[in-house]
């Protein structure tokens, strides 16, 4: 599967979960998502950027160790599609 929008043009950043694991890490909302999206088996994920500071806080989404209770809370609040 391929995400082309895996913060759904801004729609999920508005999800306090998100914000609890962002703050928890000292990471932005968007790193957080990313870093949510990363973990999921057979998912590719291309993010946008339109400046090299986006491009940076994207990059740290590969550094976060997102916990077992924070996945498990995103995944709570984000389900994944039922059908294709």
């Not at 950027?49 to 997102?66: F, G, I, M, R």
Request: aromatic share 4%; glycine share 4%.
């Amino acid at each position: 599967m391929l995400a082309c929008s895996p913060i759904e043009q801004g729609r999920i950043l508005d999800y306090a979960t998100l914000g609890d694991v962002a703050t928890r890490h000292g990471i932005s909302l968007v790193a957080a998502a990313l870093a949510w999206v990363l973990r999921r088996d057979f998912l590719c994920i291309v993010p946008e950027a339109s400046s090299p500071e986006h491009v940076q806080d994207d990059a740290t989404a590969l550094e976060v160790e997102l916990t077992d209770e924070d996945l498990n809370a995103l995944d709570r609040t984000f389900r994944p599609p039922t059908e294709p």
